[in-house]
């Protein structure tokens, strides 16, 4: 496999999620185990996890991320693959305000919001294909999600990557032809970079 480009979901593969739902429990006045809690059960069960705030009864509060939310590992990695020529991207199902965090780490950057379509959709993975300037078999996916990140990105014809870290990264078990991670410090051996 010749990858050309390494594109990253964000939320639990980039950017570790936890202090975001803690503050959001905290703006929503609810306990944070409690939501957590609720948040881990709707990804046991397959449902959306914004869903939590409908559960209790509450708004969903303003959903915000820090440059001390990145998970350790990875920034390094987006420099490493930057530095060996790949193109790196960071897209997911996020704000726009998003993009703002990632703009300096990566080559392209996307948002469900700026693009006006969320994955699963074929349509997102189109479009990532089409911002690589690359053959879906060059780009590899990274994603903690098997539904949302695996299985539609096999399905454009893409590398995937699936990094078990986050509820979902734990839950949900890849397909066989995924590639499989634990930390994204194995991405560059994985993919034979």
Not at 142 to 169: C, K
Request: aromatic share 6%; charged share 25%.
């Amino acid at each position: 496999m010749v990858v050309k480009a390494v594109v990253f979901d964000v939320g639990e593969t980039l950017i570790d999620e936890t202090r975001l739902w803690e503050r959001a429990a905290d703006a929503a006045g609810a306990s944070r185990f409690t939501v957590m809690g609720i948040v881990g059960g709707l990804a046991a069960r397959g449902e959306h996890h914004r869903r939590v705030w409908e559960l209790l009864g509450v708004e969903q509060p303003p959903a915000t991320w820090g440059p001390e939310d990145f998970y350790p590992d990875a920034l390094p990695t987006l420099t490493a693959l930057r530095r060996r020529g790949l193109r790196v991207g960071a897209v997911g199902n996020t704000l726009t305000e998003a993009e703002d965090l990632l703009r300096d780490h990566v080559d392209l950057v996307g948002s469900s919001a700026g693009w006006g379509v969320e994955k699963p959709a074929p349509a997102f993975f189109e479009r990532v294909v089409a911002e690589c300037g690359a053959a879906p078999e060059e780009i590899a996916y990274v994603g903690d999600r098997v539904d949302n990140d695996i299985e539609p990105a096999l399905a454009a014809g893409m590398v995937a990557v699936h990094v078990r870290r986050g509820p979902w990264g734990h839950l949900h078990e890849p397909p066989p032809a995924a590639l499989r991670v634990s930390s994204l410090d194995e991405i560059s051996d994985a993919l034979g970079a």
